[in-house]
């Protein structure tokens, strides 16, 4: 869910998180968990082969933001790309 502020489905979430290896189920708890914390909103999908469709909120973003300018060395944790190229 690095698109913040595009709704994914759980499909296009497993698929287009390189490394993910992260089965659907563990994925729907996980995601499940920050919806409950607040950090995701969820909506019934438009493509009627998934169910549901999740977003990025906010304050998702927010904590996000928090925990890279905490700590940097997360980002490699999490695979993501250095913004300064290094």
Not at 38 to 51: I, L, Q, W
Not at 56 to 67: A, E, L, P, Y
């Amino acid at each position: 869910m690095n698109k913040i502020g595009t709704w994914l489905n759980l499909r296009q979430i497993t698929t287009g998180t390189p490394g993910s290896d992260l089965n659907r189920d563990r994925l729907k708890k996980i995601i499940d968990s920050f919806i409950a914390k607040g950090f995701v909103e969820v909506r019934d999908s438009e493509n009627p082969k998934a169910k549901f469709e999740y977003r990025i909120t906010d304050k998702g973003k927010s904590s996000f933001r928090k925990c890279i300018d905490f700590d940097p060395d997360i980002r490699f944790v999490l695979g993501l790309q250095d913004p300064k190229g290094v």
